[in-house]
């Protein structure tokens, strides 16, 4: 884990500056003697990693789109921005909220914590919250009895992470105050699925909605799971009209 990993050179490298600047340096000074190379490696890597580790742990924090569960919205390869901020901030590592700030908001595009396996991280979109009825019947998502409002857009084409040829319909759904697009593979089968969202927890969807492991078949996202939430794309290599795009 990388913030784990950033935790203990941050340690390491302020303890080796706490104990030079309290007990040796004044005695090498004496002497006239120089900073050995470790020491002086610490007090100049020790602030920066001190500044990185506070914007990643509570301002925002950069991620790669590892596959295609989220198109159309992001695609594999998108490298976006976080906002760590938004759900609370919470302590690092152990992800226990200090300052609670807002919650996830239907529509919202999120970071969490992998449910099964906490050491990975997972994007999809909020779908449920606490307390709502979720159904998914005929590739038609409903709320609480309401049938989400879908509007077809264009057919879509993509190639899958086997080098098939992949031809799907795009679709834009509203979901609370989110417009965002979706995508439906009419000769895929998914099995129709209903749940009720338990207290602290969400229900999460990919937007590639034939194409997604998520709470169908793994279950709700805790709140202790939860990461921030995705706003903007900054970067992709293979696609530079997509910098700069803000993630809905």
Do not use: C
Not at 159 to 164: D, E, P, Q
Not at 232 to 243: E, G, L, Q
């Amino acid at each position: 884990m990388f913030a784990l990993f950033m935790l203990v050179v941050l340690a390491v490298t302020g303890l080796i500056w706490l104990a030079d600047s309290l007990f040796f340096r004044k005695k090498r000074v004496a002497v006239g003697k120089a900073d050995p190379i470790w020491v002086e490696y610490s007090k100049s890597f020790f602030p920066v990693i001190l500044v990185v580790f506070l914007i990643r742990s509570f301002i925002v924090e950069p991620f790669k789109i590892p596959s295609g569960s989220m198109m159309p919205t992001l695609l594999a390869g998108d490298f976006i921005l976080v906002n760590k901020f938004n759900y609370g901030l919470r302590v690092p590592i152990l992800n226990n909220t200090f300052i609670d700030v807002s919650h996830p908001k239907r529509g919202d595009v999120f970071v969490f914590h992998y449910p099964p396996d906490p050491s990975i991280d997972y994007i999809k979109r909020v779908v449920g919250l606490p307390g709502d009825k979720i159904s998914y019947h005929d590739k038609q998502l409903y709320i609480n009895g309401q049938k989400l409002d879908v509007n077809y857009v264009d057919d879509y084409e993509y190639t899958s992470a086997g080098l098939n040829m992949v031809y799907a319909k795009r679709y834009l759904e509203q979901l609370g105050d989110v417009k965002h697009n979706i995508l439906i593979d009419d000769n895929s089968i998914i099995t129709d699925f209903e749940a009720e969202v338990p207290p602290n927890s969400y229900f999460a969807m990919g937007d590639n909605r034939d194409n997604s492991k998520d709470s169908r078949y793994w279950g709700f996202v805790p709140e202790h799971n939860l990461v921030g939430r995705a706003f903007f794309i900054w970067w992709n290599f293979d696609s530079f009209s997509r910098v700069g795009t803000v993630i809905h």
